[in-house]
């Protein structure tokens, strides 16, 4: 085994791997970037070495600097996390050539499956089932037409350095094939830096569910059964449950051997989820994600393997700890993601400082967090604040329970999902374990969910009735006494004790975007770069018409009107950068 490790990641992730290696003995090396020396991982960890400036490009991402400090540290092996360098094939081959183990699949697969037209052929080969369309790149426009002709319209064009949904367009009609064809190459451009794109058929109601993997390097494959992940805003995924409400035990059986077949098809090691469609009883394999990923906890609580552990100890070259038979499923493991984000807002992250923080606890109940009160969630990285993840006997007590401890999480200074995951939880479509859809349809019932608006976290900008929170006792019994309307000057002695305040004394305020505006003011929400303007000065446009796209934090930002009238100011361009609270547009109301 190991006797050091270094851990390439920040936030949660890089604490849940620092305490599974607390547990195997084995001491952590946290990195950090300047934006981040005070952060969990850093303080956890047995020591910390910075990398450089906030940007992930020149602190997180730079592979040189990593490997400086595992030489300074002498860590042993590599845990990447997610994200930044965990699907890297380069990252991965360079500390095979420096000696040092990468406690994530071979290189070799991390390829097969990076680029998703060979995958698709890869899997076709296997005999594990695809969805339908091709495994070839699609050269052009032209190309496409005649292909998306044969598979029938929606077709659904993909980016093929893409996965998780970016580069992802669907196209209704033949007139429409253009625009997405040109969407999605874009996109894989930006991100991928590879403009490749594949066709497939589109399903029109799927459900989002994976299988979880472990391979050892004994020859080994199982799967720890399938998690849904249909809940997604823009391919976001918000909400995960372990088992899928749709899976019996026969199907389980079934596309577990399809998973299982996959991970062996690429000589997979370690742990590895494989992505599917399932439509009317019907699997399909979407794509291979190649390290352990932010929902891997639900598996955790409904199977009890330690599935961190378990890539520790299978990149130390030791066998699985238990063998398919000995898989047993149990209960119903439910995740919300909490992000810093304004679901009221299209989910625009909203960072900030997280002035208090207290996690809900108790029976079932597990908080993966990189935050404490005090923390900064800064725009640098993305938004997740804490994954709240319970467990219970079956899906209705999982789903009180996590209600149960969404009304216990107490998170001020950033708005996060919170009042959004309660809505759902209480949801007649959740109870329904009904599939939400924000591609083609009008059928988004996340969007129309009603959900309590957030009073704006921290700031102060706008006069509204004063609510004072007070805890007062009345003949031995407690009550809890809200006040409101306009401030009182207290005389000097009124708050002595016995009569202070409840440490929480609450301004309701009208929610608006972290920058506020109001008026006529569309202020931006987030700090980004303006990626599209879609009206024109003057332009008359409706409450809620789309006005602008704010990219940030990798993420597209739909800004749309605060309220109908006539664009009179649009200080903003193609590609300029935006403050939050800048002001996007001036719209002034007819007549
Ligand atoms: C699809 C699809 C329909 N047809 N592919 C890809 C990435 C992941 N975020 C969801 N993806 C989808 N790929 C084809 N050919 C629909 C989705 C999809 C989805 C699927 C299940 C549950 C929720 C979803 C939300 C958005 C998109």
């Known amino acids: 085994m190991f006797s050091k490790v270094l851990v390439a990641n920040r936030g949660e992730i890089a604490v849940r791997v620092i305490r599974a290696l607390d547990e195997l003995g084995i001491a952590s090396v946290a990195v950090y970037s300047e934006a981040d020396r005070d952060a969990q991982h850093v303080q956890r960890a047995s020591e910390a070495y910075l990398l450089g400036p ?57 390829e097969a499956m990076g680029s998703k037209t060979r995958a698709r052929e890869l899997m076709q080969k296997a005999g594990v089932p695809i969805v339908p369309g091709v495994t070839e790149p699609v050269p052009d426009v032209q190309a496409a037409a005649k292909i998306a002709k044969d598979i029938g319209y929606p077709v659904a064009v993909k980016a093929a350095g893409g996965g998780g949904g970016k580069g992802f367009r669907v196209a209704l009609s033949p007139d429409k ?36 993997v472990l391979a050892d390097g004994h020859g080994s494959v199982i799967h720890l059964g399938e998690r849904d992940c249909s809940i997604q805003r823009r391919h976001q995924k918000l909400i995960e449950e372990s088992p899928a409400p749709l899976v019996d035990e026969a199907l389980r059986d079934r596309i577990g051997r399809i998973a299982t077949e ?10 590895g989820t494989i992505e599917g469609l399932l439509q009317d009883g019907e699997y399909f394999f979407l794509e291979m994600n190649t390290r352990v990923q932010v929902e891997h906890c639900v598996t955790e609580a409904t199977t009890g393997i330690d599935i961190v552990r378990e890539q520790i100890r299978i990149a130390a070259g030791e066998p699985l700890s238990v063998t398919q038979d000995q898989v047993v499923l149990r209960g119903h493991a439910i995740e919300c993601r909490i992000n810093a984000e304004d679901a009221a807002k299209n989910f625009a992250p909203a960072p900030g400082t997280v002035t208090r923080y ?63 995951h309660k809505a759902i939880m209480a949801s ?40 004072r ?123």
């Open 358 to 420: 207290r996690e809900p606890s108790g029976p079932g109940v597990r908080v993966d967090s990189g935050v404490l009160a005090g923390s900064e969630i800064t725009p640098l990285y993305d938004p997740m604040v804490a994954k709240l993840i319970v467990w219970d006997s079956d899906r209705e007590s999982a789903t009180r329970r996590m209600a149960r401890a969404l009304e216990e999480f107490d998170v001020d200074g950033v708005r996060t999902l919170i009042p959004f």
């Open 428 to 467: 007649e479509q959740w109870a329904r374990a009904e599939t939400c859809r924000d591609l083609i349809e009008d059928r988004d019932w996340l969007k129309t969910l009603a959900f309590p608006k957030q009073p704006t976290p921290g700031g102060d900008d706008e006069p509204e009735p004063l609510e």
């Open 177 to 212: 094939l253009e625009e997405a064809f040109e969407g999605a190459a874009r996109e894989g451009e930006k991100f991928f830096s590879d403009a490749t794109v594949y066709l497939e058929r589109y399903l029109p109601d799927p459900r989002h569910v994976e299988v979880q």
């Open 469 to 591: 929170s007070y805890v007062v006792e009345v003949s031995g019994k407690r009550f809890d006494v809200k006040v409101l309307g306009d401030a009182i000057a207290a005389p000097a002695g009124a708050m002595a004790d016995g009569a202070a305040p409840a440490p929480r004394p609450k301004r309701e305020r009208r929610a608006s975007g972290g920058g506020g505006g109001g008026g006529d003011t569309l202020a931006s929400p987030l700090q980004g770069n303006v990626f599209k303007v879609l009206v024109e000065q003057g332009a008359t446009v409706e409450e809620g018409a789309l006005v602008c796209i704010i990219e940030a934090m990798k993420m597209e930002n739909e800004i749309t009107a605060h309220k109908a009238g006539v664009v009179a100011e649009l200080p903003i361009s193609e590609g300029a950068a935006v403050s939050a609270g800048d002001t996007l547009a001036v719209i002034k109301s007819d007549g």
């Open 262 to 271: 996959a991970a062996r098809a690429v000589d997979y090691r370690g742990a």
């Open 54 to 110: 906030g940007p992930a490009a020149q602190s997180y991402l730079v592979v040189e600097k990593l490997l400086e400090v595992i030489e300074q540290s002498g860590a042993e092996a590599v845990h990447p996390g997610y994200g930044f360098l965990a699907e890297n094939a380069g990252f991965a081959r360079r500390l095979e050539e420096a000696g040092v183990t990468f406690i994530g699949p071979p290189a070799s697969a991390i």
